[in-house]
């Protein structure tokens, strides 16, 4: 009997785990960065290029620091549920303008419904999202009082996962 | 008939630069004037990962994000930096998956080591199974069977079949 039932329970064995495997995402990788300081950065700003814009600006506050361009498609996917989000003034909302063109950017945000952000960091090299460990745009980091990245998002932010993932997190942070 | 032996040699000759060239295009961007530098630039790129088509290299891919990290390869190789610089530098960001040879610790032991308990495991059933069929060739006969076997090595000799 053992004889059988062994090869088939090695062979379920190796199914579930096969079958796990299948329902995982492959471009979800975890980031290096949770509770690390956030990755300093000096950059101009999308619509005051004179001015600079710093991971200094992240002290003193509960933020989320969003990876966008305007030539990334799932971004305006994600851009309605941003613009409700700025409404809803829960959290300050930061942009990372990422390897774009000043005017593409200006005008895509004037195209899609507006500006959510604060305030946008414009990376037109892209070496500042390197630092952050951006992959796969847009991107969504969740970072704390004292700077420190607590979250990541990989991929368009909406409602659902706002409210179970990200939300929870934010409320928990606020009352630190 | 001869003009085609010549234009087929001519399409393959053709075919076969446009693949080396694009074969070449991904890395010939950068010009390293020390042999060295170059080699080590090949070998990390290579052995790293690109993160957004991921079965590729960061060598191979054509990814906006590979270029980017090929360039500060680029400069950090040119800069001397040593290869635990440059591997720290893009663990730090992107982690452990952006090393196609993942570092031996404890969440990768299995990884590392499991092959070899498969091995180590496969051997000792096999030698098991070996002594097992080996055991039962080695049995003695009862006297009973022994009489039987007689009887019908008896028959066999009286009566051969055909």
């Known amino acids: 009997m053992a004889r059988f039932l062994i090869p088939l329970a090695l062979f379920i064995a190796l199914a579930v785990f096969l079958g796990i495997g299948l329902t995982k995402d492959p471009r979800l990788l975890p980031s290096p960065l949770i509770n690390k300081q956030a990755p300093a950065f000096d950059l101009p700003r999308l619509f005051q290029p004179e001015q600079k814009i710093s991971q200094k600006e992240f002290i003193g506050k509960v933020s989320i620091f969003n990876v966008w361009a305007s030539w990334c498609g799932a971004c305006r996917q994600e851009h309605p549920f941003m613009m409700s989000l700025s409404r809803k003034n829960e959290v300050t909302i930061f942009g990372l303008n990422y390897k774009d063109n000043r005017k593409d950017a200006q005008r895509w945000l004037a195209d899609f419904g507006g500006n959510p952000y604060t305030a946008i960091a414009f990376d037109k090299s892209g070496r500042t999202g390197i630092d952050w460990g951006v992959y796969g745009v847009p991107e969504t980091f969740i970072i704390d009082k004292k700077g420190r990245i607590r979250y990541k998002q990989v991929g368009p932010l909406y409602p659902q996962v706002w409210q179970e993932k990200l939300l929870p997190i934010i409320k928990k942070l606020q009352a630190e | ?162």
Do not use: H
């Open chain 2, 1 to 162: 008939m001869k003009s085609s032996i010549l234009s087929r040699r001519l399409l393959s000759g053709i075919l076969l630069l446009i693949f080396v060239l694009s074969a070449q295009a991904a890395i010939v961007a950068f010009k390293f004037t020390d042999p060295a530098k170059e080699a080590r630039f090949q070998k990390f790129g290579n052995e790293l990962r690109c993160l957004v088509c991921q079965n590729e290299s960061l060598a191979d891919s054509n990814a906006q994000l590979a270029l980017d990290l090929r360039r500060v390869l680029y400069k950090m190789i040119e800069n001397n930096a040593t290869d635990k610089q440059i591997i720290s530098f893009m663990v730090n960001r992107y982690g452990d998956f952006i090393l196609y040879k993942p570092p031996v610790e404890p969440s990768t032991w299995l990884l590392w080591f499991g092959p070899f308990v498969l091995v180590v495991i496969g051997l000792i059933i096999l030698f098991r199974v070996v002594r097992n069929t080996r055991k039962q060739a080695d049995t003695e006969l009862t006297a009973e069977e022994q009489k039987q076997l007689d009887l019908l090595l008896k028959n066999e000799k009286e009566e051969p079949r055909v």
